[in-house]
C-alpha cells in the first residue's frame, strides 16, 4: 500500500528526516513512535504531500508519488488527520463533514454522512454546532470522522490522543481498534506508545529523523532498554 524509501526532508539547513524507509501493508496498522522532535510528523507530512523532500520515494497503491500535492493525494485514497485537529471552527459539524466528502462523487456524500452520524453518536448530536464549540475529544471524532469522509484506501493520524483526558484516550483507542477490525489501513504517529504498540501489527521508532529500530507491536515492546532510551515511559 505505501512504501517509503530514502526518504531525507530538510528544513533549510536543518535535516529533520535522514534516508527514512517505511512499508505499510494493505490492512495493517502501523505505529510511529519515538521522543518530541524526531521527526514523525514530518514524516506524515512529507508522505501527505505538505513538504518536499530533498530525496527518496513514496510510492502509494503502486504509483511513484513523490512530492504530489495534497489534493491529488487525497483523491489517490491518502488522507491525514493533523496533529492539533485543525477544524473549520465557524462551520457546523455536518458543513466540516461535507468538505472531507468533497473528493467523493455527489451520491455517495449523504450515505457516507449518515455512516458517520452512526460511527460517531456525539457528532450526530452536534450536527448543527459549530466545530469550535466541540470538546477537544468531540473535535478529534470529527477531524477524524472529515478524513474518513474520504473514503481513504490509507488513514494516516498524527498524535490523536495528544491532550485529552484519560477517559477521551480511550475513546480514541477504542476507536482505532473499532477501525482495524474493519479493515481499515492506518499510519499512526502516537505520543501514548504502550498502548499504540499492543495495537498496531508493527512499528517503527524514530529518534533524530532516522529509523532506528522496527519490527511487531511486541518485539518492540520487549526491548527494553531500546524502548526506554529512544521512546521514554510515554505509554
Known sequence: MLDVAGLTTAYGAITALRDVDVHVGS?????????????????????????APSSGTVTFDGARVTGAPPERLLRAGLALVPEHRRSFANLSVEENLRIGGVTVPAAEREPLLD????????????????????????????????????????????????????????????????????????????????RMLELADRGYVLRSGEVVASGTGAELLARDDLFETFVGPTG
Do not use: C, H
Not at 27 to 38: F, H, K, R, S
Not at 140 to 165: F, V, Y
Open 27 to 51: 490492512g495493517e496498522v502501523v505505529a510511529l513512535v519515538g521522543p518530541n522532535g524526531a521527526g514523525k510528523t514530518t514524516l506524515l507530512a512529507t508522505i501527505a504531500g505538505l513538504l
Open 115 to 194: 455512516e458517520m452520524a452512526e460511527r460517531f453518536p456525539v457528532l450526530g448530536e452536534k450536527w448543527s454546532n459549530p466545530a469550535g464549540y466541540l470538546s477537544g475529544g468531540e473535535a478529534q471524532q470529527l477531524a477524524i470522522a472529515r478524513a474518513l469522509m474520504s473514503r481513504p484506501k490509507l488513514l494516516m493520524m498524527d498524535e490523536p490522543t495528544l491532550g485529552l483526558a484519560p477517559v477521551l484516550v480511550d475513546a480514541v483507542f477504542e476507536l482505532i481498534e473499532r477501525l482495524r477490525e474493519d479493515g481499515r489501513t492506518m499510519l499512526v504517529v502516537e505520543q501514548a506508545a504502550t
